[in-house]
């Protein structure tokens, strides 16, 4: 019996350590960028997928009826499954991959709660929504903690009291990592 249990045990180490190592990695960190700020955490899946989750808080501009620029800044949740396309082709070309740089694309899942809103207008409410946006993103590491990410896209989004519509994304932000 010892000795059956003692090469399950080797099978199973030898098997474990004899596979291919993953090519995405799990990244924690803060992100800021034109408008908001972020927390985040992106998990590695496999070998070209993660699921990236964030809390941020981020803003928005708006003409009020009064020719008056307002700005409005809100908490927002997200979830974002990711496949990152090109990281063999990266690895083989000699580019560094490190920190999940590579061109991915995903599908951001957000909720905006309309929690701890600000605004420089009294009586500005934010509409509670959820939506979906399909990028195209970039991901490149610029120093060993320091990640630059760039992503476009457009989806839909739900809100309360049926206010629905498309929705755009453009990302430019910068991920300390921790």
Do not use: C, H
């Amino acid at each position: 019996m010892k000795k059956i249990i003692t090469a399950i045990f080797l099978s199973a180490f030898f098997v474990t350590y004899s596979q291919e190592n993953k090519n995405t990695v799990d990244v924690f960190g803060l992100k800021a960028g034109l408008i908001g700020g972020w927390v985040s955490y992106e998990k590695a899946l496999s070998n070209n997928f993660t699921l990236n989750s964030e809390v941020g808080y981020e803003g928005g501009f708006l003409k009020g009826t009064n020719d008056k620029v307002d700005y409005v800044f809100t908490t927002v949740f997200s979830l974002e499954p990711r496949f990152y396309y090109n990281l063999k082709k990266r690895e083989d070309k000699g580019k560094k991959t490190k920190n999940n740089s590579a061109n991915y694309i995903s599908s951001e899942f957000f909720y905006v709660p309309d929690l701890l809103s600000s605004s420089n207008r009294e009586n500005l409410n934010v509409n509670k929504s959820f939506g979906i946006i399909p990028k195209y993103g970039l991901r490149r590491s610029v120093s060993d903690n320091l990640i630059f990410e760039f992503a476009i896209g457009a989806g839909y989004a739900w809100g309360e009291n049926e206010i629905n519509g498309i929705t755009a994304a453009l990302d430019l932000r910068f991920n300390l990592k921790l």
